[in-house]
C-alpha cells in the first residue's frame, strides 16, 4: 500500500478537516516519505505523526473552545484507525524530531503526551494489583466478569470502572501536575478509599474488611490503604490532595446522577461523559481504554531470560530487580523523609550557635528571607500546577527547609574544621549564598517528587515544568550563581539519592556548556574585571590516587567569597604566572588522557600575544576548569567517531582552551558544543585532514545529549539565528583565523600544545563504574602495569593484554599495581587449588563469584571504544555498556585479594576454568596467527 493510500485511509475514516489534512500531507513530503520502502506499518506510524502533528498545530492556532475543537481528531483516534502502537508512534516522532524542525507547540505536547501515557500506564498496572488485594472477588476473572455483566443489566456497573474514571476526571484538575507520579497516586488512593467507603463490607478482603467497619478513626481505610502502598508517612500529602481535587469533583455530581442502588456512587455514564468533554480538548490518548486492554495502549513485554538464581540469593534478587514506576517513585520520597527524620522546620542548636558566634547574628536576615522565599515558591507553584496545589506547595517548601538547614549545617562544620574559627559573617550575610542554597534544597525535593517513569529511549526525559530552571525564576536567581553551590552541597549531603545526584550532575553539565554563558549572565563582567586567569596543571602533576584525599577542595565560602586577588609577584619577573589551577567538581565527568606522537611538528611557543593575568579568582578558575573539563569530554567522544587522530586532537583541545580562556565572547549567548565542533572543522581544514562539516554534525547528532537546536540556531549576532555552518564563517573565523592558520603543517612553530584538564578526584567518580548489584560493579577494562613483552603460552590471570583476543577474559582479580612476588604468590596458589581440587568436598558457601564465557568478538574492546557513546540507542550509568567492561565482585573489606584465602568452591571453579583454558590455548592461538 502506498503512503498516499494509507493517509487518504486515514483520513476518510475519522473526517479530518481540510486544513489538518493538507499541512499532514505538507509535512509528509518534507519529510520524503512517499515511497514505500518501508513496511506499511511503517508507512502508517508517518501517516498518523503527521496528522497529529497538523492537530496539534491547529488546536494551538485556536482557543480551545469545544466547537473549534469538533472535528480535530485525537491521538488514540489515530492510533486506532491507522493500527499502530503508540510505543511505534513515540519512537517514530522521537527520529523525525531528530532530523526535522517542528512547529514550536508541537515538543511540549509531545513531551507531555508521552509523559501522560507512562504515568497513567504505571498507575494503572498499581491500580489493578490494588483492586485484586482489596476486594474479594478477582475484577479479572470470569465470575467477576459475570457479576459485572449482571450488575450492568440492573443499571449496576462495576465499581472498577466507576472508580478509575472518577480518577481520570479528578486528575484533569491537577493541570501540570497529573504528569507527577506521586501526587497522581496520591489522588488514586483517595478514589480508591471513596469506592471502598461506599462498597458492602463483604466484598472487602482485610484488613480492608475491618477498616470498613472500625469506629476508632473515619481514615481507617485510607490508612489501610496508605500502609498497603507503603507510604503511610505520606497521609498528610494524601488527604491535602483529596481535599483539593476529589472533594470538588464530588461535589458537583447531581443528587440525581448518584447510583442508589451501589450505595451512592456517581453513575458510569455521567463520569464518561464528564471526561469525555477533557480528552477531546486535550486531543491525546483515551485514558479509558487501558480499562480494555487496548491493543494500542498495552506495551507486550516479552519475557526476559535471566540466570538461574541461587539459593542464598533467590530473595535478594527478586528484592532489587521487582522495582516497579510507583514503588520506585514512593521509595525516592521515603528515602527523602527518612534522610530528614531528624531535621527540622528551624535551625538546629549547633547552627544556632555558628549565628551567634557571628560578628552579625543572621539569623532574623535568614528567617525573613525564608519566610519571603516561601511566600514566592507557592504563589509560582500554584501558577504551574493551579489552586488546588497550594497545599501541595508548602508541604514540599517545608521539605525543602530542613535539607537547607541541615546541608547548611554540615557546610560550616567542614569550613569550621577547614579555617578553625567560627566567625562566618562574610558568608551567612551572603544573599546569593543562601537563595542559592535553598533552591538547590527545593530543586531535590521537586525532583524527588516530580519523577515520572520513561519506557521510550528515543523520546525526552522529564518534562516537568517544576524542575530546573524553573527555581531560578522563582528566586530571580542568575544559573552562574546557582551553579557555584551544587559542588559543596552534594558533598556536604552525601546521602542524597542517586537520582538527586544525576540530577544535580544535569544541571550543572547545562550551566557550564550554555547558562552560564548567556548574555545577561554575571559571569562575562567577572571575566572582563579579572581577566582569563585559569591554568591547568599537567596531568603528571597531579595525583592518581583515587581516594581523592590528597585533592584540593573547594568549598561554597571559597565559591561565593572568593575576592579578586592581584598574582603574587615572581621574583625577576614583571608579572608573574599564577599557579596551576587543579580544581575539579565531583559531578564531572572525568575525561581520557591522549597518547601517542604523530607526524605533526612539534608544539612550540605561540606567537599570538596572551592577555596580561594579573589578577585571579577562585570561583572563576573553578568554573572554567569545569568548562574545559566538559569541553574535552565532549572533543573525545566527537573525535573517537570521526576517528580522528590522537595527535590531531592534541591540536584540536589546543584550539578550544584557547577560545575557552581567551576569546570567551565566542560563546557568550552560546553553547560550548558549537565551539567544539568549529574547532574540529576548523583544525582538520588547516592540516589538510579536511572534514565536512556534515560528518561532524551527524558524530553529534547520536551524542546522548544532542539536540537539533545546538547545530540549526546558533546565535549570529545577538538579534539573529543561523546554522552552525554561517555562524563559522561570519564569528568564529573572523575571531580565530589568525591563531588556527598557526596549525598548518608547513609552519614550523605551531602553538604550544593545551595540557589535559585533570582528572576528577571525587570519591563517587574516582572509577566510572557501574553498581548492577550487591559488591558487583561494571568498570572500563584498564590496561594492566604487569605486561610481559612475550606472549603467555600458559594460562594466568596477567593483563589482558597478554591474552589472544579469542581467549580474553573480562574478569579481573584485585588487578593493581603491586610486585612480582605478589603476581608469584598467586600463581602458587593458583597450582595449589589445581592440586587440592580433587580432594575437596562440597563447600556451602553463601557468596561465591560467577564465572561465564564470554564471546569476545563481541564483548571486547579498547579503551577507545569504551569511551565512545552508544549509538543504538542502549547505554548505561555513566556511558560504560555492561558489555564493554569488566565485572569485578568486591568484597565488603578494602584489603587486596591476595591476602584472603580463596574458598574451596572457587579452587575447584578455577581448577576446572585452568584446565580448560589450557587445552584450548594452542587451537585458539593458531586461529589469532592464522
Known amino acids: 500500500m502506498e503512503q498516499h493510500e494509507v493517509f487518504s485511509t486515514i483520513v476518510q475514516s475519522k473526517n479530518v478537516p481540510n486544513n489538518i489534512a493538507?499541512?499532514?500531507?505538507?509535512?509528509?513530503?518534507?519529510?520524503?516519505?512517499?515511497?514505500?520502502?518501508?513496511?506499511?506499518?511503517?508507512?502508517?506510524?508517518?501517516?498518523?505523526?503527521?496528522?497529529?502533528?497538523?492537530?496539534?498545530?491547529?488546536?494551538?492556532?485556536?482557543?480551545?473552545?469545544?466547537?473549534?475543537?469538533?472535528?480535530?481528531?485525537?491521538?488514540?483516534?489515530?492510533?486506532?484507525?491507522?493500527?499502530?502502537?503508540?510505543?511505534?508512534?513515540?519512537?517514530?516522532?522521537?527520529r523525525l524530531q531528530s532530523d526535522h524542525s517542528f512547529h514550536q507547540s508541537v515538543k511540549p505536547a509531545l513531551k507531555a503526551t508521552m509523559q501522560k501515557y507512562c504515568v497513567t500506564s504505571a498507575l494503572y498496572h498499581k491500580f489493578q494489583q490494588l483492586m485484586k488485594r482489596i476486594f474479594i472477588q478477582d475484577p479479572d476473572s470470569p465470575l467477576a466478569s459475570e457479576v459485572a455483566s449482571s450488575e450492568v443489566n440492573q443499571g449496576q456497573p462495576n465499581r472498577k470502572h466507576i472508580c478509575w474514571t472518577l480518577f481520570l476526571l479528578a486528575k484533569g484538575s491537577l493541570q501540570q501536575a497529573a504528569n507527577e507520579l506521586v501526587m497522581t497516586l496520591h489522588l488514586l488512593i483517595c478514589c480508591i478509599e471513596y469506592t471502598v467507603k461506599l462498597s458492602p463490607a463483604f466484598l472487602l478482603q482485610e484488613p480492608f474488611n475491618s477498616a470498613h467497619y472500625s469506629q476508632e478513626t473515619e481514615d481507617a481505610i485510607l490508612q489501610a490503604l496508605c500502609e498497603e502502598m507503603g507510604c503511610r508517612d505520606d497521609m498528610a500529602?494524601?488527604?491535602?490532595?483529596?481535599?483539593?481535587?476529589?472533594?470538588?469533583?464530588?461535589?458537583?455530581?447531581?443528587?440525581?446522577?448518584?447510583?442508589?442502588?451501589?450505595?451512592?456512587?456517581?453513575?458510569?455514564?455521567?463520569?464518561?461523559?464528564?471526561?469525555?468533554?477533557?480528552?477531546?480538548?486535550?486531543?491525546?490518548?483515551?485514558?479509558?481504554?487501558?480499562?480494555?486492554?487496548?491493543?494500542?495502549?498495552?506495551?507486550?513485554?516479552?519475557?526476559?531470560?535471566?540466570p538461574p538464581s541461587r539459593p542464598d540469593t533467590e530473595n535478594e534478587h527478586s528484592s532489587t530487580t521487582a522495582m516497579t514506576p510507583v514503588k520506585r517513585a514512593i521509595n525516592s520520597v521515603q528515602s527523602l523523609k527518612s534522610l530528614l527524620s531528624t531535621a527540622s522546620d528551624a535551625p538546629s542548636s549547633p547552627l544556632t550557635k555558628y549565628f551567634k558566634n557571628c560578628s552579625q547574628d543572621p539569623s532574623v536576615s535568614i528567617n525573613q528571607r525564608v519566610v519571603a522565599l516561601k511566600d514566592a515558591y507557592v504563589h509560582h507553584f500554584k501558577r504551574v500546577m493551579g489552586s488546588p496545589s497550594a497545599a501541595v506547595a508548602r508541604s514540599?517548601?517545608?521539605?525543602?527547609?530542613?535539607?537547607?538547614?541541615?546541608?547548611?549545617?554540615?557546610?560550616l562544620r567542614r569550613e569550621e574544621e577547614r579555617l578553625s574559627t567560627k566567625d562566618f559573617s562574610s558568608l551567612l550575610l551572603s544573599d546569593p549564598f543562601h537563595k542559592s542554597l535553598l533552591a538547590c534544597a527545593l530543586e531535590v525535593v521537586n525532583v524527588t517528587y516530580e519523577y515520572s517513569p520513561n519506557e521510550f529511549s528515543s523520546m525526552p526525559g522529564n518534562a516537568s515544568r517544576l524542575l530546573f530552571p524553573w527555581i531560578?525564576?522563582?528566586?530571580?536567581?542568575?544559573?552562574?550563581?546557582?551553579?557555584?553551590?551544587?559542588?559543596?552541597?552534594?558533598?556536604?549531603?552525601?546521602?542524597?539519592?542517586?537520582?538527586?545526584?544525576?540530577?544535580?550532575?544535569?544541571?550543572?553539565?547545562?550551566?557550564?556548556?550554555?547558562?552560564?554563558?548567556?548574555?545577561?549572565?554575571?559571569?562575562?563582567?567577572?571575566?572582563?574585571?579579572?581577566?582569563?586567569?585559569?591554568?591547568?596543571?599537567?596531568?603528571?602533576?597531579?595525583?592518581?590516587?583515587?581516594?581523592?584525599?590528597?585533592?584540593?577542595?573547594?568549598?561554597?565560602a571559597d565559591m561565593y567569597l572568593s575576592p579578586i586577588r592581584p598574582t603574587p609577584q615572581a621574583p625577576n619577573s614583571s608579572e608573574a604566572t599564577p599557579p596551576p589551577t587543579t580544581l575539579t567538581s565531583p559531578l564531572a565527568r572525568p575525561p581520557q588522557q591522549p597518547q601517542g606522537v604523530g607526524p605533526y611538528p612539534s608544539p612550540q611557543p605561540s606567537?599570538?600575544?596572551?592577555?596580561?593575568?594579573?589578577?585571579?579568582?577562585?570561583?572563576?578558575?573553578?568554573?572554567?576548569?569545569?568548562?574545559?573539563?566538559?569541553?574535552?569530554?565532549?572533543?573525545?567522544?566527537?573525535?573517537?567517531?570521526?576517528?580522528?587522530?590522537?595527535?590531531?586532537?592534541?591540536?584540536?583541545?589546543t584550539c578550544v582552551e584557547y577560545c575557552v580562556t581567551n576569546k570567551t565572547e565566542l560563546l557568550k549567548n552560546r553553547h560550548l558544543d558549537q565551539i567544539v565542533m568549529s574547532c574540529i572543522y576548523a583544525i582538520c581544514k588547516v592540516t589538510e585532514n579536511e572534514l565536512k562539516f556534515k560528518d561532524i554534525v551527524n558524530a553529534y547528532r547520536s551524542l546522548p545529549?544532542?539536540?537539533?537546536?545546538?547545530?540549526r540556531n546558533v546565535d549570529i549576532d545577538g538579534t539573529k539565528e543561523d546554522s552552525i555552518i554561517m555562524f563559522y564563517n561570519k564569528v568564529f573565523m573572523p575571531v580565530m583565523k589568525g591563531y588556527i592558520l598557526q596549525f598548518q603543517p608547513k609552519n614550523q612553530q605551531t602553538p604550544t600544545a593545551s595540557p589535559v584538564p585533570s582528572r576528577s578526584s571525587a570519591v563517587s567518580q574516582a572509577s566510572p563504574g557501574f553498581m548492577v548489584g550487591p559488591n558487583l560493579y561494571i568498570s572500563p577494562m584498564k590496561e594492566s602495569p604487569f605486561k610481559s613483552p612475550h606472549p603467555v603460552k600458559e594460562f594466568s590471570f596477567g593483563s589482558p593484554s597478554q591474552l589472544t583476543p579469542r581467549k580474553r577474559t573480562h574478569y579481573s582479580f584485585g588487578e593493581g599495581p603491586g610486585s612480582s612476588e605478589k603476581l608469584r604468590e598467586i600463581n602458587e596458589r593458583m597450582k595449589q587449588a589445581s592440586m587440592d581440587s580433587g580432594s575437596n568436598t562440597r563447600s556451602s558457601t553463601s557468596k561465591r563469584l560467577k564465572f561465564e564465557d564470554e564471546d569476545v568478538s563481541t564483548s571486547s574492546t579498547s579503551q577507545d571504544e569504551i569511551d565512545c557513546p552508544i549509538t543504538n540507542g542502549s547505554s548505561s550509568s555513566n556511558g560504560v555498556s555492561s558489555t564493554n567492561g569488566h565485572m569485578t565482585s568486591q568484597s565488603a573489606s578494602d584489603e587486596p585479594m591476595s591476602t584472603q584465602p580463596l574458598p574451596p568452591s572457587m579452587q575447584r571453579r578455577v581448577a576446572m576454568m585452568t584446565s580448560d583454558i589450557q587445552a584450548s590455548l594452542s587451537p585458539a592461538e593458531s586461529d589469532d596467527k592464522k
Open 607 to 653: 606567537n599570538i600575544p596572551m592577555s596580561p593575568r594579573k589578577t585571579r579568582s577562585v570561583s572563576l578558575n573553578m568554573f572554567l576548569n569545569k568548562v574545559q573539563q566538559l569541553a574535552y569530554s565532549r572533543l573525545d567522544r566527537l573525535c573517537g567517531m570521526l576517528t580522528v587522530s590522537k595527535d590531531l586532537m592534541k591540536f584540536i583541545w
Open 22 to 94: 493538507q499541512t499532514a500531507q505538507q509535512l509528509l513530503q518534507t519529510w520524503g516519505c512517499r515511497r514505500n520502502t518501508e513496511t506499511e506499518v511503517d508507512l502508517a506510524s508517518y501517516a498518523v505523526c503527521a496528522l497529529f502533528t497538523a492537530s496539534v498545530i491547529h488546536r494551538n492556532e485556536k482557543s480551545q473552545e469545544s466547537s473549534q475543537v469538533v472535528g480535530i481528531p485525537t491521538l488514540s483516534d489515530l492510533l486506532d484507525t491507522g493500527n499502530v502502537h503508540i510505543k511505534r508512534f513515540f519512537e517514530r516522532m522521537g
Open 237 to 306: 500529602d494524601v488527604v491535602s490532595v483529596g481535599e483539593a481535587c476529589l472533594v470538588p469533583i464530588l461535589s458537583a455530581i447531581p443528587r440525581e446522577r448518584l447510583n442508589q442502588g451501589l450505595e451512592g456512587l456517581p453513575e458510569l455514564e455521567f463520569l464518561q461523559e464528564q471526561y469525555d468533554h477533557i480528552y477531546r480538548q486535550a486531543g491525546d490518548i483515551d485514558e479509558r481504554l487501558f480499562l480494555d486492554s487496548s491493543s494500542h495502549l498495552f506495551v507486550q513485554k516479552a519475557p526476559t531470560s535471566e
Open 396 to 411: 514540599r517548601f517545608q521539605i525543602g527547609v530542613r535539607l537547607y538547614y541541615r546541608v547548611m549545617e554540615a557546610m
Open 472 to 556: 531560578l525564576n522563582v528566586f530571580s536567581l542568575k544559573a552562574y550563581d546557582f551553579g557555584k553551590v551544587l559542588e559543596s552541597f552534594v558533598k556536604d549531603e552525601p546521602k542524597l539519592t542517586q537520582e538527586a545526584k544525576k540530577h544535580l550532575q544535569s544541571i550543572e553539565t547545562r550551566i557550564v556548556e550554555s547558562m552560564a554563558w548567556q548574555a545577561t549572565s554575571p559571569l562575562h563582567d567577572l571575566i572582563k574585571t579579572a581577566g582569563t586567569t585559569l591554568h591547568i596543571a599537567s596531568p603528571g602533576s597531579i595525583s592518581t590516587r583515587t581516594n581523592g584525599l590528597n585533592a584540593p577542595r573547594t568549598t561554597a
Open 705 to 711: 545529549h544532542a539536540e537539533a537546536t545546538t547545530y
